[in-house]
């Protein structure tokens, strides 16, 4: 190699990020129960509200329509953490003034185009509590399929894709979909989908009666 071709600078870290526009990365100091002082290194996001607990909510949407199978109302989108597509419930993060409820209805009409209503909320919930202070609301919201606003629903956000997956046979819809492609499950949509299976889909399987 000639001179010319030797690199004049050796690569290095100009500059280490430790808070950006969207998250901060926290050295957090606590006193354990043994009263001693330690540190945790804490991921925060900085766009919290003053008023409200959670950062987001997540939105399990039941698309009701006459004639047909229940269906949850699923998004697919590219996620840069994951350097992936994911398989998610309907998600955003609660602006300034707003209530879950009524973030969760913007965001259902923002993400898939439908109109719905909220029948029920969880309290604040943690999301990766060793990782993060991040927290969430789930809005559960019914959708009547049948109204004339559902029937062509116009989503506002072209790099969302909404996918509609029978209730009744929401786990095996989601293993179908991760054998095909190449994309990663959300945990609370996992849960959910083994929750509905093992709660109502599958016959009393009482040990006595195995034999
Ligand atoms: N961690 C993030 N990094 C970013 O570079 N940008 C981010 C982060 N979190 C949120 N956002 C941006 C992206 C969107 O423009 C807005 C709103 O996101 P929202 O739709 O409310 O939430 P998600 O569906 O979870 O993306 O915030």
């Known amino acids: 190699m000639s001179n010319s071709d030797e690199p004049k600078v050796t690569p290095h870290i100009v500059k280490e990020e430790v808070s950006g526009q969207w998250v901060k990365l926290e050295k957090t100091t606590y006193v354990d ?6 540190t945790w290194e804490t991921v925060k996001r900085t766009t919290r509200q003053t008023n409200t607990e959670a950062d987001g909510v997540g939105i399990i949407a039941l698309l ?9 109302v699923m998004v697919k989108q590219f996620r840069p953490p994951l350097g ?3 398989l998610e419930f309907p998600a955003g993060l609660i602006d300034e003034g707003e209530t879950a409820e009524v973030a969760a209805l913007r965001e259902l009409k923002e993400e898939t185009g439908y109109k719905g ?17 991040c927290t969430t ?10 109204d004339v606003e559902n029937i062509h629903p116009t989503q506002q956000l072209e790099f969302v894709e909404v996918i509609l ?8 819809k989601i293993d179908d979909l991760l054998q095909k492609e190449k994309i990663v499950v959300d ?16 016959p009393r399987e009482l040990p006595v009666l195995k034999q």
């Open 117 to 133: 209503e909220v029948v029920g909320v969880t309290p604040v919930t943690c999301l990766d509590p060793g990782l993060s202070n």
């Open 84 to 86: 992936s597509c994911t």
């Open 137 to 146: 609301q789930i809005v559960l919201v019914n959708i009547n399929g049948d």
């Open 165 to 172: 997956l029978p209730l009744d046979e929401f786990q095996m």
């Open 187 to 202: 945990a609370k949509v996992y849960i959910f989908a083994m929750g509905m299976a093992q709660a109502f889909f599958k």
């Open 33 to 38: 129960s043994a009263g001693n002082t330690r």
């Open 64 to 72: 009701k329509r006459t004639l047909h199978k229940d269906c949850v």
